[in-house]
């Protein structure tokens, strides 16, 4: 690839996904919702992956350094800096709004411009070379070998000699050589190629975004397999995806004391010593099915400050239920450490299968930062 083709393909790698980010912008303010959401959110994860996945064309570098601007307040915004309302601040649509603006300017038709040839052979009529520069202007170059070319295109022969007799034919009757909807070969190549590359490098970098999800694998073992083998109950909810709650009371149940990291002593399976309840040694069953079930839990009512909806599986005081909470959002911190309330409570869903709104997350993300402050 030349130097010209591979700064073009580079600015069409920057255009694609500035247009992907100006269509969710538009669907945005469309709708009736008060933040943005996932849809958004990844336009702006692929945008922020190309602009910093290589140089900047000429061109575009005006556009870029907006991008920048922007991305900042993006993540400020996806950090908790955010209105009542959860909705980003101004500066998140302001620095946007001048991207948009600035990207205006950038902006090239997908197709040259060519004039009809007829129209071309009128203007063209008192020039010499006429038929050798309508030719160039249909044509496009082609490498026969390192460092060679020779052109190519409708008023061409195959060895790069424009026919003159095809241009004057098209002249007559326009549409007989060049077809209605006709588009160069080497811009059709080029954008194949750049959809191509673009796709293979959103591909990749969702990947290494996806990375993340790896934390929260189900492992095969089941939850009394990971107790015995001394597994922390944090890691083991996890795991498997069940809320801390469930493998203490997997632990109660088997009658043992799961590890902890304040455990000096090298842990020893409890079935190889006996201190485990008596219809508990196997462990072969998934969370807490091979062994009796849970005593009753005392029911609370839950005071109307929380929403309803974040009710966790088992009913809790409101203290245990914060406490939970808490946990939860320490787990997928320590997975995604620079994520937003938005992603956390979507990752809570996803890993846990609770509800957790964005509200209660950004009260303990604000006690954290309180706490971390006093510290």
């Not at 549409?175 to 160069?184: A, D, L, N």
């Not at 849970?294 to 245990?320: L, N």
């Not at 939970?324 to 911190?333: F, G, I, P, T």
């Amino acid at each position: 690839m030349s130097e010209v083709e591979a700064e073009q393909t580079r600015t069409d790698e920057i255009t694609d996904v500035l247009n992907g980010l100006c269509d969710e912008h538009e669907k945005f303010q469309k709708g009736d919702t008060a933040y943005p959401g996932e849809t958004f959110d990844l336009a702006v994860t692929d945008v922020d992956l190309v602009i910093h996945s290589g140089d900047w064309p000429k061109q575009t570098i005006g556009v870029c350094k907006k991008v920048g601007a922007f991305l900042e307040s993006w993540n400020r915004y996806r950090g908790g800096a955010w209105n009542r309302d959860y909705s980003p601040k101004n500066e998140v649509w302001s620095t946007l709004r001048e991207v948009i603006e600035e990207f205006e300017l950038v902006k090239t038709p997908v197709t040259r411009t060519i004039e009809p040839v007829h129209i071309l052979l009128e203007q063209m009529k008192d020039y010499a070379a006429r038929y050798k520069q309508i030719a160039k202007m249909y044509g496009w170059r082609v490498e026969t070998r390192p460092g060679q070319y020779k052109w190519a295109g409708p008023f061409f022969d195959g060895n790069g000699v424009e026919v003159t007799g095809l241009i004057e034919q098209e002249g007559k009757t326009p549409g007989s050589v060049i077809p209605e909807g006709w588009r160069p070969d080497d811009e059709v190549e080029r954008e194949t190629r750049r959809s191509k590359e673009v796709r293979n490098r959103l591909s990749n970098a969702r990947k290494r975004l996806d990375s993340a999800a790896k934390a929260h694998e189900v492992d095969p073992a089941s939850i009394e397999d990971l107790l015995f083998e001394g597994q922390f109950p944090d890691v083991i909810a996890k795991v498997k995806k069940v809320p801390l709650a469930d493998v203490h009371a997997t632990a109660g149940n088997l009658g043992i004391e799961p590890n902890s990291r304040d455990n000096a002593e090298p842990w020893v399976d409890p079935r190889k010593t006996g201190k485990v309840a008596p219809n508990a040694t196997a462990g072969g069953g998934e969370g807490i099915q091979s062994i009796a079930p849970p005593a009753p839990t005392k029911v609370v009512e839950i005071e109307t400050e929380e929403p309803a909806a974040d009710e966790t599986p088992k009913e809790m005081s409101r203290r245990e239920l914060r406490a939970h909470r808490r946990e939860l959002v320490a787990l997928v911190l320590e997975t995604l450490p620079d994520a937003g309330a938005a992603e956390i409570s979507r990752a809570i869903k996803d890993a846990h299968g609770e509800d957790v709104s964005v509200r209660s997350v950004a009260m303990i993300l604000k006690d954290r930062q309180t706490t971390a402050a006093a510290d």
